[in-house]
Protein backbone atom coordinates (compact mmCIF):
# COMPACT_ATOMS: atom_id res chain seq x y z
CA UNK A 1 0.00 0.00 0.00
CA UNK A 2 0.74 3.80 0.42
CA UNK A 3 0.87 6.12 3.15
CA UNK A 4 -0.05 9.49 1.94
CA UNK A 5 -0.50 12.81 3.23
CA UNK A 6 -2.51 15.91 2.44
CA UNK A 7 -2.30 19.70 3.30
CA UNK A 8 -4.40 21.54 3.90
CA UNK A 9 -7.10 19.08 5.63
CA UNK A 10 -10.14 21.45 4.90
CA UNK A 11 -9.81 25.60 4.24
CA UNK A 12 -12.55 28.42 3.95
CA UNK A 13 -12.12 30.69 0.91
CA UNK A 14 -13.20 33.66 -0.39
CA UNK A 15 -15.22 33.74 -3.98
CA UNK A 16 -12.30 34.64 -6.57
CA UNK A 17 -9.45 33.78 -4.78
CA UNK A 18 -6.95 30.28 -5.16
CA UNK A 19 -5.91 27.60 -2.79
CA UNK A 20 -3.19 25.33 -3.19
CA UNK A 21 -3.21 21.90 -2.04
CA UNK A 22 -0.38 19.86 -1.20
CA UNK A 23 0.06 16.10 -1.79
CA UNK A 24 2.84 14.07 -0.21
CA UNK A 25 3.35 10.01 -0.45
CA UNK A 26 5.69 8.03 1.22
CA UNK A 27 7.64 6.04 -1.41
CA UNK A 28 8.59 7.00 -4.89
CA UNK A 29 5.27 6.56 -7.39
CA UNK A 30 5.28 7.68 -11.47
CA UNK A 31 1.75 8.35 -11.57
CA UNK A 32 -0.58 10.17 -9.19
CA UNK A 33 -3.98 10.97 -9.32
CA UNK A 34 -6.16 13.69 -8.92
CA UNK A 35 -9.99 13.33 -7.95
CA UNK A 36 -12.77 15.46 -6.82
CA UNK A 37 -15.84 14.50 -4.80
CA UNK A 38 -18.87 17.03 -4.85
CA UNK A 39 -21.30 17.44 -1.72
CA UNK A 40 -23.52 13.82 -2.39
CA UNK A 41 -21.82 13.02 -5.09
CA UNK A 42 -19.29 10.45 -6.56
CA UNK A 43 -15.54 11.01 -6.64
CA UNK A 44 -14.60 12.41 -10.03
CA UNK A 45 -11.01 12.29 -12.02
CA UNK A 46 -9.89 15.55 -12.35
CA UNK A 47 -6.25 15.04 -13.67
CA UNK A 48 -3.37 12.51 -13.76
CA UNK A 49 -0.21 13.92 -13.15
CA UNK A 50 3.18 12.10 -14.12
CA UNK A 51 6.50 13.08 -13.24
CA UNK A 52 8.30 15.06 -15.80
CA UNK A 53 5.48 15.78 -18.11
CA UNK A 54 2.42 17.80 -18.44
CA UNK A 55 -0.44 16.71 -16.69
CA UNK A 56 -3.34 15.49 -18.54
CA UNK A 57 -6.85 16.32 -17.74
CA UNK A 58 -9.81 15.02 -18.09
CA UNK A 59 -12.90 16.44 -19.70
CA UNK A 60 -14.43 19.07 -17.98
CA UNK A 61 -11.59 20.00 -16.52
CA UNK A 62 -8.75 22.44 -17.55
CA UNK A 63 -5.22 23.47 -16.72
CA UNK A 64 -6.07 26.93 -16.09
CA UNK A 65 -8.79 26.15 -13.49
CA UNK A 66 -7.00 23.37 -12.21
CA UNK A 67 -3.25 23.37 -12.70
CA UNK A 68 -1.02 21.08 -11.08
CA UNK A 69 2.78 20.50 -9.88
CA UNK A 70 4.56 17.18 -10.36
CA UNK A 71 8.25 18.28 -9.10
CA UNK A 72 9.80 15.07 -7.99
CA UNK A 73 7.65 11.51 -7.41
CA UNK A 74 6.90 11.79 -4.43
CA UNK A 75 4.81 15.04 -4.14
CA UNK A 76 2.20 17.01 -6.65
CA UNK A 77 0.18 20.12 -5.80
CA UNK A 78 -3.39 20.78 -7.41
CA UNK A 79 -4.12 24.83 -6.95
CA UNK A 80 -8.18 25.51 -7.22
CA UNK A 81 -7.87 28.79 -9.13
CA UNK A 82 -10.55 31.42 -9.06
CA UNK A 83 -12.77 29.84 -7.04
CA UNK A 84 -16.42 29.98 -7.00
CA UNK A 85 -18.93 28.11 -4.68
CA UNK A 86 -19.56 25.57 -7.25
CA UNK A 87 -15.95 24.36 -6.14
CA UNK A 88 -16.78 23.80 -2.59
CA UNK A 89 -15.69 19.94 -2.95
CA UNK A 90 -13.62 17.61 -1.13
CA UNK A 91 -10.16 17.07 -3.21
CA UNK A 92 -8.34 13.82 -3.00
CA UNK A 93 -4.90 12.50 -4.66
CA UNK A 94 -4.40 8.96 -5.10
CA UNK A 95 -1.40 6.49 -6.52
CA UNK A 96 -1.10 3.63 -8.15
CA UNK A 97 0.77 0.44 -6.59
CA UNK A 98 0.23 -2.34 -9.14
CA UNK A 99 -3.41 -2.38 -9.83
CA UNK A 100 -4.47 -1.43 -7.30
CA UNK A 101 -5.36 2.90 -6.41
CA UNK A 102 -4.51 4.29 -2.70
CA UNK A 103 -6.22 7.88 -1.60
CA UNK A 104 -4.77 10.82 0.87
CA UNK A 105 -7.28 11.76 3.35
CA UNK A 106 -9.04 15.01 1.22
CA UNK A 107 -8.72 18.39 1.31
CA UNK A 108 -12.23 19.82 2.03
CA UNK A 109 -13.03 22.95 0.74
CA UNK A 110 -15.50 25.57 1.44
CA UNK A 111 -15.88 28.46 -1.00
CA UNK A 112 -18.33 31.36 0.48
CA UNK B 1 -23.38 7.96 -19.19
CA UNK B 2 -22.58 6.34 -16.06
CA UNK B 3 -20.05 3.70 -17.19
CA UNK B 4 -20.03 2.19 -13.60
CA UNK B 5 -23.67 1.93 -11.62
CA UNK B 6 -24.44 1.38 -8.05
CA UNK B 7 -28.12 1.71 -7.88
CA UNK B 8 -28.93 1.45 -4.42
CA UNK B 9 -27.97 3.99 -2.73
CA UNK B 10 -28.56 2.64 0.85
CA UNK B 11 -28.84 -0.22 2.59
CA UNK B 12 -29.53 -1.52 5.84
CA UNK B 13 -28.51 -4.82 7.53
CA UNK B 14 -28.70 -6.21 11.01
CA UNK B 15 -25.31 -7.18 12.73
CA UNK B 16 -24.46 -10.85 12.17
CA UNK B 17 -26.11 -10.80 9.22
CA UNK B 18 -24.97 -10.70 5.49
CA UNK B 19 -24.55 -7.32 3.38
CA UNK B 20 -24.76 -7.72 -0.19
CA UNK B 21 -23.84 -4.72 -2.31
CA UNK B 22 -24.21 -4.16 -6.17
CA UNK B 23 -22.10 -3.10 -9.04
CA UNK B 24 -23.06 -2.95 -12.71
CA UNK B 25 -21.00 -1.53 -15.54
CA UNK B 26 -21.32 -1.25 -19.20
CA UNK B 27 -17.71 -0.99 -20.89
CA UNK B 28 -16.49 -4.24 -21.32
CA UNK B 29 -13.03 -2.62 -21.72
CA UNK B 30 -12.60 -2.60 -18.10
CA UNK B 31 -10.90 -5.40 -16.59
CA UNK B 32 -10.09 -4.87 -13.21
CA UNK B 33 -12.98 -4.35 -10.16
CA UNK B 34 -11.90 -2.69 -6.73
CA UNK B 35 -14.33 -1.99 -3.71
CA UNK B 36 -13.64 1.17 -1.38
CA UNK B 37 -14.77 1.77 2.09
CA UNK B 38 -15.51 5.73 2.88
CA UNK B 39 -15.96 7.27 5.63
CA UNK B 40 -16.76 11.32 5.90
CA UNK B 41 -13.83 13.40 6.01
CA UNK B 42 -11.59 10.46 5.36
CA UNK B 43 -10.40 9.36 2.11
CA UNK B 44 -11.40 6.46 0.56
CA UNK B 45 -9.76 3.09 1.96
CA UNK B 46 -9.35 0.24 -0.33
CA UNK B 47 -10.97 -2.93 0.25
CA UNK B 48 -10.93 -5.55 -2.57
CA UNK B 49 -10.17 -5.75 -5.80
CA UNK B 50 -10.52 -8.66 -8.64
CA UNK B 51 -9.30 -9.13 -12.13
CA UNK B 52 -11.40 -9.72 -14.69
CA UNK B 53 -9.78 -13.07 -15.16
CA UNK B 54 -11.45 -14.33 -12.17
CA UNK B 55 -14.87 -14.86 -10.45
CA UNK B 56 -14.33 -14.49 -6.98
CA UNK B 57 -11.66 -12.69 -4.67
CA UNK B 58 -12.43 -13.39 -0.85
CA UNK B 59 -10.52 -11.46 1.97
CA UNK B 60 -11.28 -12.25 5.46
CA UNK B 61 -15.18 -10.93 5.82
CA UNK B 62 -14.82 -9.53 2.26
CA UNK B 63 -15.95 -11.45 -0.76
CA UNK B 64 -16.54 -10.16 -4.38
CA UNK B 65 -17.97 -11.85 -6.96
CA UNK B 66 -17.63 -10.68 -10.39
CA UNK B 67 -20.19 -11.94 -13.12
CA UNK B 68 -18.60 -10.74 -16.68
CA UNK B 69 -21.32 -11.94 -18.61
CA UNK B 70 -23.64 -9.61 -16.94
CA UNK B 71 -21.30 -6.90 -16.50
CA UNK B 72 -22.21 -7.59 -12.71
CA UNK B 73 -20.13 -7.69 -9.44
CA UNK B 74 -20.87 -7.60 -6.05
CA UNK B 75 -19.73 -7.60 -2.59
CA UNK B 76 -20.45 -9.34 0.47
CA UNK B 77 -19.53 -8.72 3.95
CA UNK B 78 -20.51 -11.76 6.39
CA UNK B 79 -20.87 -11.01 9.52
CA UNK B 80 -21.78 -7.28 9.08
CA UNK B 81 -20.59 -5.37 12.38
CA UNK B 82 -21.85 -2.24 13.50
CA UNK B 83 -17.85 -0.72 12.22
CA UNK B 84 -18.91 -1.54 8.33
CA UNK B 85 -21.45 1.14 8.56
CA UNK B 86 -19.83 3.74 5.55
CA UNK B 87 -20.06 4.34 2.24
CA UNK B 88 -19.20 1.79 -0.29
CA UNK B 89 -17.99 2.45 -3.83
CA UNK B 90 -17.10 0.09 -6.45
CA UNK B 91 -14.64 0.98 -9.02
CA UNK B 92 -13.48 0.03 -12.50
CA UNK B 93 -10.18 0.25 -14.43
CA UNK B 94 -8.95 -0.59 -17.52
CA UNK B 95 -9.57 2.04 -19.95
CA UNK B 96 -6.42 3.75 -20.47
CA UNK B 97 -2.49 3.30 -19.92
CA UNK B 98 -2.42 5.48 -16.31
CA UNK B 99 -5.11 2.74 -15.27
CA UNK B 100 -7.40 5.84 -13.99
CA UNK B 101 -10.28 4.76 -12.01
CA UNK B 102 -14.22 5.28 -12.65
CA UNK B 103 -16.03 5.16 -9.76
CA UNK B 104 -20.08 4.66 -9.22
CA UNK B 105 -22.17 6.65 -6.84
CA UNK B 106 -21.96 4.85 -3.89
CA UNK B 107 -23.96 2.91 -1.45
CA UNK B 108 -24.06 3.75 2.00
CA UNK B 109 -23.90 1.11 4.03
CA UNK B 110 -25.97 0.67 7.76
CA UNK B 111 -25.18 -1.97 9.96
CA UNK B 112 -27.60 -1.86 12.97
CA UNK B 113 -26.67 -3.45 16.27
Known amino acids: SAVISQKPSRDICQRGTSLTIQCQVDSQVTMMFWYRQQPGQSLTLIAT?????????ESGFVIDKFPISRPNLTFSTLTVSNMSPEDSSIYLCSVTKGYEQYFGPGTRLTVT | DQQVKQNSPSLSVQEGRISILNCDYTNSMFDYFLWYKKYPAEGPTFLISISSIKDKNEDGRFTVFLNKSAKHLSLHIVPSQPGDSAVYFCAASGLGSARQLTFGSGTQLTVLP
Open chain 1, 49 to 57: ANQGSEATY
